[in-house]
């Protein structure tokens, strides 16, 4: 996990969790952290397997070897 | 000269993917015939102009509009009173994250003016001379106040503060005190002080970078017009209608319902273009005065008030190995974000080591608000500053190790597995064949001559997806029309009309691609981020698709064949169906013809939200000559390699990498903003503020690298972005080579290089 949500976790920056999507990931992540489930809904993009998804939540991650939370990306 | 080199598993026999064919905007530009934003006119329209604040900051005590409401020809003036205090809400409704409370006072001012140029009050009249006359005639009373506007002094705790409510994000524990250091990012891995104190080599410095406009050639410009029952139109110029339409209802507390924006043709943005400014009030003024109000920003006012990027200090400390294993990287990064929070540090941080696989390394960035205008994105934001920094550092590491600075980098080099200093593992990236295509280059073997430097620099951007829609409608001549909502701002009309012709199997000059306002078309996010051709572009590869499944439909009705024994091919509808015989095949042509009799009219529209952007990458070689006497240094060659992933039209991808390259060498050459005691800004016109021109620039050579992106239909990824990230420091390690002085203050103006040769001769 990237960016702001060490603020959440208490710098806690990887843990295990059992979630076949990305809406699971985020249920899960609220309910260990509060508020930093919501934080990535809102906020963050998921890279499963190195590819980056901005808005992800039906994302099946259930065979993904890596998951990362990033800041969302914009640009110019 | 121009190369496309592909891998040897890249090869995919397109029929029209990869051509060149001419843009279909192309005449119209050329010819004058093409509308931008200041071209529209409605009948009865008012003009509409800005009283800004001629004071960095200070407290807005009074303003007394009656003068100028009593002037003969004077039909509306807003002031910030007019607008709805928003609370503060960050929206994801543009290309990043903005704060609309913020976005509203930037707009226009409440209580405070925070930068030179502010607007504090609006006025729209019968004629420009009136609207003028009328602005001098507001009097606004203010109370001066301290500015500041460097980005170090900003963050002193003895610096004027220009928000209350700011207490430093991303610090434990949260300050008690408001300050300018809205927020501290940091990416981290490791153990960084150690690996440094174990390094049998390090290099350091501290690099600095001046706030640049984006210095598109249109200003902002708009009409709006609101009717008495509350429906609005606009018509502007920007990267995104639906962009100014989400923001202008947030602004005014309107429904997105409510108003309808048509783009205008876009006479650039590069990022500058994602926000807002003159629409709200525009729409304002209409409301009061009952008529349409055309807005249209002098050169003057797009300097003073629109977004430039952040001036910044880059501090990088470098470990390595002696044989060249780089080992250690600790970045700082200290961004100005102007009036508001909100600068690019956050993806300076990100992409400031990716082109790199090292093992332990700590990134900070720290985004200062400052008495300037507010930022606004442009192109890679905050990249092409960490760039400078991080690559000038790369290369004194090379010159001290005694390597090839691209040998250095491809031992060293991010490639698939490698995971990056931001988070994720790289996969499908093609980093080192771009560094290999430059080493193999024949510019790399040309010997140099005396006064002459030669400089190399990587860059990284991420490439973005997201929100689109188009929409594909078939003729009754079996010619198409290709429907998208995003503003073609690179050449993507030409990439959509390519597309859309590989999937139909017909001539690209038989697709007319067309940009529709928000009214027309499904949502698409804006036209930002090196976003659409890949997204928007998959939204016109899946419409054309489902057009050729209801195309075969028709096809195996009148044949009376299941539809599975119905193939399209070269544009044709053919029987597989070996019991029907030798049954002539279904042109395009011949089924819109017989739309009427087979289902009705062909079209089909589809959204999506694009997942799976690939990374760029890029890497650009640049020679330079400097004269010893009047400091000025002249760019001899330039070459450009690029990670394209597959280049849809290959002209408008050399024409990204050329275009950003000399947006690049005029930042690390001349342009900055510059301030005087009181915070004004003293260069705000083209001829002060210096870009290049055709004649500051050598033909600038390309190399596209053809790695595709599996997550598109043909390959694509974003290609806008990453040039405009290496040539600050490409150019800047020529130039130092050149003098034998390592150049860390940019821009690099003559008047610089002579005082670093006068120092030198003593």
């Given at each position: ?72 990306i914009g640009g110019g | 000269m121009s190369d496309v080199l ?12 990869g051509?060149r064919?001419?843009r279909?905007d192309g005449?119209?530009k ?65 290309e990043a ?110 690099y600095?970078t001046k706030a640049v406009h984006q210095g598109y050639i249109e ?18 110029s920007s990267q995104g ?24 043709e876009i006479g650039g943005g590069f990022g500058g273009k994602t926000v ?26 797009v300097?003073?008030?629109t977004g430039p990027t952040s001036g910044g200090?880059i ?18 990064l200290?961004y ?7 600068s690019p540090v956050?993806a300076a941080?990100m992409t400031a080591l990716a082109c790199y ?18 930022v606004a994105a442009y192109r890679a934001p905050g990249a092409p500053a960490t760039a400078f920094g991080v690559e000038c550092?790369v290369d ?9 600075p691209i040998?250095?980098r491809?031992?060293?080099g991010a ?14 990236i093609g980093y080192i064949e771009t560094l290999e295509a430059v080493?193999?280059h024949?510019h790399y ?9 030669r400089g190399i620099a990587a860059g990284f951007w991420f490439n973005v997806g997201g ?19 995003n503003p073609d701002i690179g050449g993507s009309r030409a990439s ?30 804006l036209t930002g981020g090196s976003r659409t051709t890949f997204a928007t572009g ?75 952007a690939g990374p760029g990458f890029g890497v650009h070689l640049c020679d330079v ?8 240094v002249k760019v001899l060659r330039y070459l450009v390699a690029q990670d394209v992933g597959r280049a849809i039209h290959p002209s408008y991808v050399e024409g990204q990498m050329q275009g950003g390259a000399a947006q690049g060498v005029g930042w690390a050459l001349n342009e900055e903003y ?12 083209f001829?002060?503020y210096r870009v290049p021109v055709a004649s500051d620039l050598p033909m600038i050579d390309t190399v596209m690298i053809e790695v595709?992106n599996?997550?598109h239909?043909?390959g694509a990824k974003g290609v806008g972005e990453v040039p405009i990230v290496p040539p600050l420091a490409a150019v800047a390690i020529a130039v ?10 940019l821009p690099l103006s ?13």
């Open positions: 996990m990237g960016g702001d949500l060490a603020s959440f976790t208490g710098g806690r920056a990887e843990f295990d969790v059992a979630a076949t999507t990305v809406r699971e990931l985020i249920r899960e992540l609220e309910q260990r952290y509060p508020g930093a489930g919501d934080y990535v809904a809102r906020r963050m993009a998921v890279a499963i397997d190195g590819e980056i998804h901005q808005d992800a939540d039906a994302a099946p991650i259930g065979g993904a070897r890596e998951i990362c939370l990033i800041p969302k | 592909d891998r040897p598993d890249a090869k995919a026999g397109f029929a029209t993917v051509t064919p001419v279909p005449v119209d050329v010819t004058g015939r093409a509308a931008f934003g200041a071209d529209f006119a409605m009948p009865g329209q008012l003009t509409g102009r800005v009283k800004r604040s001629p004071h960095a900051h200070a407290r807005i005590v009074s303003i007394d509009a009656r003068k100028a409401l009593a002037l003969p020809g004077v039909k509306a003036v807003v002031t910030g009173a007019d607008f709805p205090d928003l609370a503060s809400e960050i929206v994801e409704g543009g994250a903005s704060n609309m409370r913020d976005m509203a006072v930037n707009v226009i001012a409440r209580d405070k003016v925070l930068y030179e140029g502010h607007a504090v009050a609006a006025v729209a009249a019968v004629s420009a001379a009136i609207a003028e006359e009328a602005l001098d005639l507001i009097e606004v009373k203010y109370e001066p106040l301290a500015h500041v506007i460097d980005v170090e002094a900003a963050m002193a705790s003895s610096a004027p503060v220009l928000h209350d409510h700011i207490f430093t994000d991303g610090v434990d524990p949260k300050p008690t005190l408001p300050s300018n250091i809205a927020k501290r990012h940091q990416f981290a891995r490791g153990d960084v002080e150690a690996a440094l104190a174990a390094a049998e080599v390090r290099v350091e410095g501290r600095t200003p902002h410009a708009c009409v709006a017009s609101m009717s008495a029952d509350g429906q609005a139109q606009i018509w502007s209608h639906f962009m100014v339409r989400a923001y202008s209802a947030k602004i005014l507390g309107l429904d997105i319902s409510d108003i309808r924006v048509t783009p205008a807002i400014y003159l629409e709200p009030l525009a729409l304002a003024l209409s409301r009061q005065a009952g008529a349409p109000v055309k807005m249209v920003m002098s050169r003057d006012e300097f003073r008030a200090v501090h990088v400390r470098l470990g390595a190995t002696r044989d060249g294993k780089i080992t250690a990287a600790d970045v700082e200290k100005q974000a102007g009036a508001f929070p909100g956050g941080c696989d090292i093992a332990d390394f700590r990134i900070v960035g720290w985004d200062v608000v400052t008495n300037s205008p507010k550092a004194e590491l090379a010159k001290k190790l005694g390597v090839d040998e250095l491809i031992k060293n490639r698939d597995g490698v995971k990056a200093a931001y988070g994720p593992t790289f996969q499908n080493k193999t024949p073997a040309l010997k140099l001559g005396p006064n002459q430097g929100e689109s829609t188009a929409a594909c409608h078939i003729g009754e001549d079996g010619t198409a029309t290709v429907v998208t909502g959509m009309a390519i597309m859309a012709a590989e999937v139909l199997g017909i001539p690209v000059d038989n697709v007319r691609p067309v940009i529709a306002d928000t009214a027309s078309i499904g949502y698409s996010m998959m939204a016109v590869v899946r419409a054309a698709e489902k057009v050729v499944g209801e195309l075969k439909r028709r096809a195996a009705g009148v044949w009376s064949v299941p539809e599975d024994q119905v193939a399209w091919e070269g544009g044709r509808a053919v029987c597989l169906d070996p019991a029907k015989g030798d049954v002539k095949p279904l042109t395009l042509k011949g089924l819109a013809g017989m739309s009427a009799r087979t289902g009705g009219p062909i079209s089909a529209e589809v959204s999506l939200n694009a997942q799976g000559e400097i004269d010893p006497e009047t400091g000025h510059v301030f005087d005691a009181d915070g004004k800004m003293e260069n705000a016109g001829l002060d595709p599996p997550r239909p043909f130092s080579e050149a003098v034998g002085v390592r150049m860390k203050d003559p008047p610089k290089i002579r005082a670093v040769l006068d120092a030198k001769a003593g």
